[in-house]
């Protein structure tokens, strides 16, 4: 689904991170005159997300411009393409959780911008190992994405990817959160098929997993 | 022989001048509870076994300050929440406190006498401080009034409410600037000899520069001259070298600084305005070798040791529980090793590829 960037994603991409509502609206309306509601998801909030995410990778941007933003197109996304909506991605089952930890926040922004993208996904909230590999493997789930803010808590993923992976070892399982930007081994070491330092990588890394499985 | 004891050691850094050596500050704070065979729950139940642990590790790595940190939800009790306890890691706060935003018109500053947590960190501030006297700098912890709210109502609605609900953002600001004040200056009373203040949600990682300018600065600037000691801004990793000068501009004396920054360029920044203190990777460190321990202290004490100024540490104000003795003790060795001023070495060391 790599589409070109359409033009009005770079103010699109401005107001969100100036958190100017007013004017993303008005772009986004003037999309909208241009393009049918996906492309315009696909063409001017996906792009335009992406450059958010990776401008806070680069340092360039703050996770309250990132959050902010992802909220906002979370909702306009919602308004064009309700979940039902057909044109929403044909995609693998797919669900996010954060394990153990009470911090909600980092995956509330990668599920927001996962949404703001086009892509449905169960949210598991908060979730001890035990209770995740049940409802993993309950769900029939393709693709699990893993959020953690302690160190204890991405230890466990070992536990869990060990435990899912033998259970079904085509599903592919993706972590983020602090421990895992700290160090950059410490994926590998837990058994996860990748990491992502941004709600703009998970985005990425789904869609190429997709390509894959198709 | 030193020639110096950790507190002149420490102080001589601080006022940009070169001691003996570079001061290595190790803030272990889990690691007591595994000395005194206790789990972490019962360890930070009594003030004496705090205390004890605390003495027990300065001298097992020699580090140069005693740490009074207990854990960050300790604050958090006072407001009447939670903290929820873990067999292998720091302990965590439970549900918010400020459940809607409306709790803010009615909530009030908790006194920090009536709250017995906080009274069992001033009693091991008090114990160490019998025993070290004035050789060892005790280093107690005050979240900021401007990160506080992540644990008093969550990282989400805290957001929100910045953005969207300034003058109920003032209000808790107001609040929790007279309880930061009164919490700080009481461990300076009991013995401290100075007050981590942990800002970071102030970090260039979680707000831009220009809204730090008006929220997490200005509450500093309101917060830290009623502190009656030496303060140390702690970024706890987040990222802070767009607004270092910013946050020297708010009189703290030293800015804790984060690994994912360039220590070179952070304290080309600080401009001998500020002190360093930082920036070894805790999270990796689990996983250190005797080499990597040595190659991550020449690194940081070539980027930064040189005229003083600088504190060596790890880079978020705590060592994770998984950290084993061999790695700390192998930061001593290499500190102890590269530490020792004058740092001829450094001219030709080169940074790796
Ligand atoms: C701000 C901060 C604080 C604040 C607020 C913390 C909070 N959220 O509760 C305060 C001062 C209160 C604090 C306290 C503590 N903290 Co703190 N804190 C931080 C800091 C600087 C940012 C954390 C944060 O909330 N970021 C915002 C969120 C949204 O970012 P995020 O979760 O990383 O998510 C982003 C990406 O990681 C990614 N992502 C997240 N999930 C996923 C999932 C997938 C699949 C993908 C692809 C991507 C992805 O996308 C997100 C958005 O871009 C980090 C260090 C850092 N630089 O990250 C330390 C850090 C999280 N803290 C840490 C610790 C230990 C603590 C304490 C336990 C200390 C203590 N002993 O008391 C307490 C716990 C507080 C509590 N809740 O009880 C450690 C945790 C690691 C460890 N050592 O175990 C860290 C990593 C510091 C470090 N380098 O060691 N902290």
Redesign the interface.
């Known amino acids: 689904m790599k589409k070109a960037a359409h033009p009005l994603a770079t103010p699109f991409r401005h107001a969100l991170e100036a958190?100017d509502r007013v004017t993303a609206e008005a772009v986004f309306a003037n999309a909208l005159e241009q393009l049918s509601p996906l492309q315009a998801v696909e063409q001017v909030v996906v792009p335009a997300l992406e450059a958010v995410g990776a401008a806070w990778h680069d340092?360039n941007?703050?996770?309250?411009?990132v959050?902010?933003s992802g909220r906002f197109c979370e909702e306009i996304v919602d308004r064009v393409l309700p979940p039902s909506d057909p044109d929403r991605k044909h995609q693998p089952r797919s669900a996010i959780v954060v394990l153990s930890?009470?911090?909600?926040?980092g995956k509330?922004i990668v599920y927001s911008v996962m949404r703001a993208s086009g892509f449905e996904l169960f949210d598991y909230g908060r979730m001890d190992v035990d209770e995740l590999v049940e409802r993993v493997l309950a769900d029939r789930i393709r693709v699990l994405l893993i959020s953690v803010l302690?160190?204890?808590?991405a230890?466990k993923v070992k536990e869990a990817c060990r435990r899912l992976k033998t259970a079904d070892p085509a599903l592919k399982i993706l972590v983020g959160g602090?421990?895992f930007?700290?160090?950059p081994?410490?994926w590998q070491?837990v058994g996860a098929d990748a990491t992502g330092a941004s709600a703009a990588d998970a985005v990425a890394i789904v869609e190429r997993w997709m390509g894959e499985m198709q | 022989m030193s020639a110096m004891n950790s507190m002149q050691r420490t102080l001589t850094a601080l006022g940009q001048q070169e001691p003996d050596c570079v001061p290595l500050f190790l803030l272990t704070s889990l690691h007591g509870a595994k000395e005194l065979g206790l789990s972490i729950e019962q360890y930070f139940s009594r003030a004496e076994q705090v205390a004890d642990g605390q003495l027990r590790l300065l001298e097992k790595y020699r580090s140069d300050c005693l740490y009074a940190f207990y854990y960050a939800a300790i604050e958090t009790e006072a407001w009447g929440g939670t903290t929820l306890f873990l067999p292998d890691g720091p302990p965590l706060c439970g549900a918010p406190v400020i459940t809607r935003p409306e709790h803010i018109d009615t909530l009030r500053t908790p006194s920090v006498a009536d709250a017995e947590p906080l009274q069992r960190v001033l009693e091991s501030i008090r114990q160490m401080k019998a025993r070290v006297g004035d050789t060892v700098p005790i280093i107690a912890v005050a979240v900021a009034p401007f990160s506080l709210p992540v644990m008093q109502m969550g990282f989400d609605k805290y957001i929100e409410l910045i953005y969207q609900d300034r003058p109920r953002f003032e209000r808790l600001m107001a609040l929790n600037i007279e309880f930061t004040v009164a919490w700080a200056n009481a461990q300076l009373d009991a013995g401290a000899t100075a007050i981590c203040y942990f800002d970071p949600v102030s970090s260039t990682t979680n707000i831009p520069r220009e809204l730090y300018l008006q929220t997490g600065q200005e509450v500093a600037k309101r917060t830290l001259p009623r502190i009656k000691g030496p303060t140390a801004t702690h970024m706890a990793s987040g990222r802070c070298l767009p607004i270092l000068a910013d946050i020297a501009a708010t009189g703290t004396a030293v800015v804790g600084v984060s690994v994912l920054e360039d220590l070179a360029e952070l304290k080309a920044a600080a401009n001998k305005r500020v002190s360093l203190l930082g920036n070894l990777n805790g999270v990796e460190m689990r996983r250190w070798t005797a080499d990597d321990a040595e190659r991550a202290v020449k690194q940081a004490i070539a980027q930064a040791a040189a005229g003083g100024g600088f504190i060596l540490s790890d880079n978020h104000g705590e060592i994770p529980w998984q950290v084993p003795d061999d790695v700390l003790l192998a930061i001593r060795a290499a500190a102890d090793k590269w530490g020792r001023y004058p740092l001829d070495w450094v001219r030709d060391w080169k940074p790796p590829a």
């Open positions: 958190l340092g941007v703050a996770l309250s411009q959050y902010m930890d009470y911090h909600l926040l509330r302690i160190l204890p808590s230890l602090a421990p930007l700290f160090d081994q410490l070491e």
